[in-house]
Structure formats: structure tokens, C-alpha cells
């Protein structure tokens, strides 16, 4: 007889979920962190970037470590804390962190389009790392279509259709997407709590850095919480819940009752999804290159992402950091 049990964000039952319900999860990661970037680029209208995605983080993982810790998850050791620090910083740090900032001058669909390229770098850095394995040919193949979209992404002005990209936001969400792929390769061999705690643990530590670098940079100075929009409030409290709550949760349900190759599909749909929203409720632009660049991106993804995961083994462990977007 099938036995039922409540998790705090997605109940758990013995027997097959219902196919409404894995859809429903399906469409929340797809439509929630693609909208992410749109929610972004609402949040820092009024609000300023660094402090913005610090309060972010500092507050849905207070909120995940807080609730987890109160439901007798037991606490993580010191070298836990450590290995969190480091990816917490490379991820959220390095990588939202980039985001939020290159997106004053780059358009949201254009950012999710560059963070896309994230399985690339991790494909690249596992390749150059010592004792690295060198990438099948398919996985090859996959790479240099997402190197050419990037290419037509940020090229020469008049290369094939549309304005060129700003090359200094551009060249920072390049920078960042590198800095999310090495964190998420770091937390391959560190040591981690379960992916729930750890999760809460890097945007605690994330979050923080965040905030300080937000003050070294003279920020605190610049704000005016008067002066702040209720799009933007709304954005931050919509990152918070959805963005870095409901959207993880229903990622970590899925890779329990789906396939590992069905669930990475997020990987080239989020940043379609972004795309689409940025045109049709911010009036970005929707030009002939950015079309043909994520089109290609995407393919490119496409390709690594699921040749890698017919690689893996069967059971996977889901990993924090893929739960962790911008």
C-alpha cells in the first residue's frame, strides 16, 4: 500500500507522482528562472545591484537554513561551512553578482543568453584541469556552436542584424557564467551538507559578500529607500519567494521522480523563456541576432547538456548549486 509523506515544499508519496503535478513543477522551472533575468533587471531600476541581490540571498537563505535547522536538520561542521563559503562566493559572488551588475547595460534576454554558456565552461575547465578528460566529439561539437553564438551574440555592430551588444557588460557576464561554472566544478569534491542546507548555507555566505562588496563600492551612499519604485520592491520579493525558493524546490522534487536528462532541459529553456519575457512585458529588442545567437547557443547547450548526462550514472545526487540561479 502506497505510503504518503509532506515535505515542507512539495509533498512525497511512494507511488508515481501525477503527471499534472511533474508538469506543474516542469513549468515553474522553466517560467520561474527564466524570468529571473526580467525580475533583475526590474529589481535594480531603483535599487542598487549589489545590495539588492545581497538582501536577496541573505533572506531566502536565512529563511531555507533557519526553517531546515528548526526541523532538527542536524548543523553543518566546519569544513562544510568552508566548502560552502567557497562555492557560495564563486557562484553568487562571481556569478550573480556579475549578473546583476552587467545588467544595467545589457538587456535581460541577452544576459540569460550569455549565462547559458555555463555547461560550456564547465565542460572546458573539467577538460584543462589536471588530469582532466578530454570531451567526446559530440560534446566538441556542442562547444564550438556555443562559441559561435556567442560570437554573433557580442561581434562587430552590423554582423548579420541588430545593434551590438555593450562589450564591457557582455565581457563581465562572460566572466561571471566562467565564475558559476567553477564554482559549480569546485563543488564537485568539496565537502557539502545535504543540498537543501547547503543551498541555504551559500546564499547566507553569498548574500553577505554581496552586501559588503555593495558597501565598498559606495552604494549604501547612492541609495534612497524613498525613492524606490513598488516594481521594484515587488521584483526583490518575487526573486526571494519564487527565484530562490519555490524554483529550487520544485528542481530538487523533480530530479527525485524524473530523469536527470528531462530535468537539465531548464539548461536551454530558461533562456528562451527570457528572451520571449523580455520582449514582450520590458520592449527589449528582438532583432535578427539575437534570434540566429540563441538559437545556436541554445543548440550548442542543447548538445553538451545531454551528452553529459547519458555519461552519468543512473542515480545522481542532486547537486546545490544547480538549484542556485541568477
Known sequence: MPTETRSWWISTSSSPPSTGRVVAAFAAVYLIWGSTYLGIRFAIETLPPFMMAGVRFLVAGGLLYGF?????????????????????????????????????????????????????????????????????????VGLILGMIGMAVLIGPEGLIGGDRVDPLGAGVLVLASFSWAAGSMYSRSARLATPLLATGQQMLVGGAALLLLGILVGEPARMELAA??????????????????VGYTCYIWLLRVSTPAKVATYAYVNPLVAVVLGWLLAEEALTQRTIIAALVIVSGVAVVTMKRRRARPPTVRPSAVRGLRP
Not at 101 to 122: D, E
Not at 228 to 245: D, K, N, P, Q, T
Open 68 to 140: 531546515l535547522r528548526m526541523r532538527g536538520t542536524p548543523p553543518p561542521s566546519r569544513a562544510q561551512w568552508g566548502g560552502a563559503a567557497v562555492v557560495g562566493c564563486l557562484l553568487l559572488l562571481g556569478g550573480n553578482g556579475g549578473v546583476v551588475w552587467a545588467q544595467q547595460r545589457v538587456p535581460s534576454g541577452i544576459a540569460a543568453l550569455l549565462v547559458a554558456s555555463v555547461p560550456l565552461w564547465m565542460v572546458l575547465i573539467d577538460w584543462l584541469r589536471p588530469g582532466g578528460l578530454r570531451p567526446k566529439t559530440a560534446v566538441i
Open 228 to 245: 524606490a519604485s513598488s516594481r521594484s520592491v515587488l521584483a526583490l520579493l518575487y526573486l526571494i519567494v519564487f527565484g530562490s525558493l
